[in-house]
């Protein structure tokens, strides 16, 4: 069983317990504005979604870990990892991503399971380099970005939906946690 702790966060697998709250941070315009195509997702599209983010975990060996507030047990969204196969060009690669329920934000918690992910992916995997591919305008997530010491690599277009993407890269032989 995979589980991080950091000072104030679990990083685990996915429970049945999860559906509900991420069904709820799924259903937040203000949240999933930055996925996709923009449109919420219900209640069978967030299962959907968990179980897939289950076999991820089984066949990579990493994946997108739930993450708990170690203070009251509630979901506060995910962070982890995923192999980017909607973008051709990356899908060799491993990227980082992440997506908090908005009354979590602005607390610092994005940040502290990024940076306890960038660990796991360097000490538990043996990963030497992690990506982030983002929406240009997504300013949160550039900041997150930012604060792991991600360098920008390069723009790109998001193949289906066409709206520009950066692409930051780290070098986890030089990261320092
Ligand atoms: C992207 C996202 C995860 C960022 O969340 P966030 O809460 O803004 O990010 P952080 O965890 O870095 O917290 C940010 C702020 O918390 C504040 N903060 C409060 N208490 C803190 C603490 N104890 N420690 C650190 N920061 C703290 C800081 O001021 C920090 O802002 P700053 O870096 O400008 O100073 C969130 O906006 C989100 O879920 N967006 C929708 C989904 C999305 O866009 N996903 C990515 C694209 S797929």
């Known amino acids: 069983m995979t589980e991080i ?28 504005h930055w996925i996709d195509d923009g449109s919420v997702h219900d209640l069978d599209r ?8 289950e076999e991820e975990w089984d066949d990579e060996g990493f994946g997108l870990f739930a993450v708990e507030l170690l203070a009251s047990g509630e979901l506060v969204g995910f962070t982890g990892l995923y192999v980017p196969g909607f973008l051709p060009e ?23 399971a990024a940076q306890a992910t960038l660990e796991f992916a360097l000490q ?3 990963l030497d380099r992690v990506i982030s591919i983002d929406r240009l305008d997504n300013q949160a997530s550039a900041n997150v970005i930012r604060k792991l010491g991600m360098a920008p ?8 939906y066409g709206y520009p993407l950066r692409v930051h890269a780290i070098d986890l032989t030089e990261y320092q946690a």
């Open 46 to 53: 967030t299962a959907e979604e968990i179980e897939r983010w």
């Open 124 to 126: 538990d995997r043996n």
């Open 5 to 32: 702790r950091t000072p104030r966060l679990l990083l685990r697998r996915w429970h049945d317990d999860d559906l509900a709250p991420m069904a709820e941070i799924n259903a937040d315009p203000r949240v999933m």
């Open 90 to 112: 990356a899908a060799s690669e491993v990227a980082i991503s992440w997506r908090l329920g908005s009354q979590f934000w602005g607390q610092g918690y994005a940040s502290e």
């Open 153 to 160: 690599e390069r723009e790109t277009t998001h193949p289906v």
